[in-house]
């Protein structure tokens, strides 16, 4: 039996129904939680808020990963670099699961923006796509190295004592380097110049918004 070919109304609704799971869905993870289960939350309720912060950014910016790499995989010429977008996505929908756990263990919520992030994020995935899959590989692969980057700014930012908080945020750091590496091996080429400059500032307008709203 040969598989079905979708249309561009197919592939549309496809990309909604991801979108909102990723953005209002309570994904299962594939790996449990890190960190000591049942840890309690900062008791200060300054840290608390601030804790949860910093998760709701990272919950916001693993949505925007799904949408990018959904969408570069909208685009993607080849067989092969569609399958290890899409099984990107699949892996970080792990990191998608222990942000919105600890938020709720947190007793905050994520981004209202949530829906916002992902269309957009479809948007550059597709256009990143649409240069060739060397370029939007190296375009993954820039990703996730500026990801690194602002994790460990937040390893930074977290309280010492919030073990929880932390062993999530060291894992999905790993992860991210894997990905990073994954993707380089693939044929991923370097971007130009000014690309990752560009990526920074949207980086910076979106997590310093999902930290509040």
Not at 44 to 73: C, F, I, K, S, T
Not at 82 to 108: F, I, Q, Y
Not at 121 to 133: H, R
Request: include cysteine; hydrophobic fraction near 40%; charged fraction near 20%.
């Amino acid at each position: 039996m040969t598989g079905r070919c979708l249309t561009p109304l197919d592939r549309l609704l496809e990309l909604a129904d991801s979108g909102l799971r990723a953005s209002f869905g309570r994904p299962s993870a594939a790996r449990p939680t890190p960190g000591p289960a049942g840890a309690a939350p900062p008791a200060d309720a300054g840290q608390r808020r601030h804790v949860a912060g910093l998760m709701r950014v990272n919950h916001a910016g693993e949505v925007a990963a799904q949408g990018l790499y959904h969408g570069q995989a909208l685009t993607a010429r080849s067989e092969g670099t569609r399958a290890a977008m899409r099984r990107a996505a699949a892996e970080e929908g792990d990191h998608l699961a222990w942000c919105r756990d600890r938020l709720e263990e947190l007793g905050s919520r994520t981004s209202l923006l949530n829906p916002i992030w992902y269309a957009g994020s479809v948007v550059i995935g597709a256009a990143a796509g649409l240069f060739g899959d060397h370029l939007s590989l190296g375009f993954m692969a820039e990703t996730e190295k500026q990801v690194e980057g602002h994790l460990d700014g937040h390893l930074e930012r977290l309280p010492a004592d919030d073990l929880r908080s932390r062993a999530i945020v060291l894992q999905m750091k790993e992860d991210e380097v894997g990905h990073g590496q994954s993707a380089l091996a693939a044929g991923g080429a370097e971007l130009p110049a000014p690309v990752p400059r560009l990526m920074r500032l949207v980086a910076r307008f979106m997590t310093g918004t999902a930290y509040w709203v």
